[in-house]
């Protein structure tokens, strides 16, 4: 269930857990609980992305309709998600932000993501987004930086970001939490998702 | 015909004496003697149920004599005993007059888990009635809820996932007033399995060598999240749970084969690990957390 709020034709848009849990998976109550039904959830997420296609890079997914998620369900889909579109023989070339409850999904989302040596970008409803899961400080440092100035331009990142900044670019890029465009700079990936089409 | 007495007072302390007294595997007819029980927890109702499946092991279905207290048969009853004893025991009538029954005061009544689905039941019905507990007698955050849920929905997958055999699981709320001046949640999840120490032989026992056994099982998927699946992401569950129940400053036990294993909150006496216990098939996870005191 894509979200309304996102039509295609933009960089993102959203599918919304809970709806997709209600409507084409049947499940009355929004409870995330238990690896199978995690499994299911994330071939119907897929399903969403393939018919997505290509044309948005950023997909949002979104977890605020989900009244209880466990650890199983969060390993399930948000870590094996990430996973799958981590490696460069990824079903898609899609960058994923989250939407969740902190007190909600947060814990249980960071803790299989430090399993799994992820992160992510999270949407926790507080009006700034926070990367979620295992980083350097200087990581960190980079990838707060960039989310303030939304793009950092090709030839910038040392002067933005210290010596050293363009290997940390790089390195948030293949970790798959910026965006590096055509021309060598490179965005955040909540600002790519407001965005029109990068360039 | 063989009598076992239930003792009076069968709570996660005790549930020994009736695995002991129980035995298993011998042909006698056996009769659960349980007229004189004054007070039992969630952790007695599963003893005693799977007590009772394995006596029937032996090929004659056992028997069971209801308590006498109306007050502990009424209590049974709105636990839901009195269903689950179907197909485990020949139940004797019961010898007092049933009241009504108020699932209402019920934290999670006693609840078969064989599938993925009960595991989705079981965090449905505790939705709706957890929060009061947990917010207005426990004292606990409103998100407590879901924390909560969340610890019952992964104790229930580990019957699924690994136990490879029946289980159950029930929860109340008391007031321990004496005991330890506070009220508390008891959830006790009980399967007749295989147990921790063949779900994990396959993958794990090789590299233990001769220290393999019930309590190196138990140390492995308590203290270092061992599963027998090789998927890094998997054997969270137990390790988060104990994370949460530390937050809350719970006690958090596993009985399997012939050892325990427990994270002990200073509230409570009892060893982390303790071996050559009699021999448990399956495993019992006990979880008691306490109303929060604001300390």
Redesign the interface.
């Given at each position: 269930m894509t979200d309304p709020r996102h039509p295609p034709g933009r960089n993102g848009f959203a599918i919304d857990v809970g709806a997709l849990m209600r409507g084409r998976l049947s499940v009355p109550n929004v409870n995330l609980v238990t690896r199978p039904t995690g499994r299911v959830v994330r071939q119907a997420i897929e399903g969403e992305l393939a018919r997505a296609g290509s044309r948005v890079p950023v997909s949002v997914i979104d977890l605020t309709g989900v009244r209880v998620l466990d650890f199983s369900c969060a390993d399930e889909v948000v870590a094996k998600l990430l996973l799958r579109y981590l490696p460069p023989e990824r079903p898609g070339d899609i960058f994923f932000l989250l939407r969740a409850v902190e007190e909600v999904h947060g814990h249980a989302v960071g803790e299989v993501l430090a399993r799994r040596g992820l992160a992510t970008v999270c949407d926790f409803g507080d009006g700034e987004f926070r990367l979620l899961g295992p980083a350097t400080a200087e990581e960190r440092a980079a990838w707060s930086v960039l989310e303030r100035s939304e793009r950092i331009g090709a030839g910038s990142s040392e002067s933005l970001l210290g010596a050293g900044g363009e290997a940390l670019l790089q390195r948030l890029c293949e970790r798959r939490l910026a965006y590096r465009h055509r021309g060598g700079s490179a965005s955040a990936l909540s600002a790519l998702a407001r965005l029109p089409s990068p360039r | 015909m063989r009598v076992i007495e239930v003792p009076a007072s069968l709570d996660y302390r005790n549930i020994d004496i009736l695995h002991a007294r129980a035995g298993a595997g011998e042909t006698d007819p056996v009769l659960f003697d349980a007229r004189r029980l004054r007070w039992i927890d969630p952790n007695g109702m599963l003893a005693l149920l799977g007590a009772g499946r394995v006596a029937g092991r032996g090929g004659a279905r056992p028997r069971i004599s209801l308590p006498t207290s109306a007050k502990v048969a009424g209590y049974l009853d709105r636990m839901g005993f009195s269903r689950a004893v179907a197909g485990i025991f020949h139940s004797a009538p019961p010898r007092v007059r049933r009241r009504s029954v108020r699932a209402s005061d019920v934290l999670l009544e006693i609840t078969p888990i064989t599938t993925?689905s009960d595991?989705?039941d079981v965090?449905?019905t505790v939705?709706s009635r957890a929060g009061a507990i947990l917010s207005n007698t426990l004292r606990y955050p409103p998100?407590a809820v879901?924390q909560f849920?969340?610890i019952l929905?992964?104790v229930c997958?580990n019957i699924?996932?690994h136990a490879d055999g029946p289980g159950w699981v029930a929860a109340q709320s008391y007031n321990w007033t004496r005991r330890l001046g506070r009220h508390v949640a008891v959830i006790a999840v009980s399967d007749l399995g295989r147990g921790f120490r063949a779900s994990l032989a396959d993958e794990h026992s090789e590299r233990f060598g001769d220290r393999w056994g019930d309590a190196t099982a138990l140390e492995a998927a308590f203290l270092l999240g061992l599963t027998r699946f090789p998927d890094?992401?998997r054997g969270?569950?137990i390790q988060?749970i104990r994370k949460q129940v530390a937050r809350w400053n719970g006690l958090l036990s596993i009985r399997s084969g012939t050892a325990r294993i427990a994270d002990t909150p200073p509230w409570s006496q009892g060893p982390p690990l303790q071996e050559g216990l009699r021999h448990f098939p399956g495993a019992q996870i006990n979880i008691i957390l306490p109303e929060n005191s604001g300390d």
């Open positions: - | 993925n595991v989705h965090v449905d939705q998100a879901v849920s969340v929905s992964e997958q699924v996932e890094i992401g969270q569950g988060q």
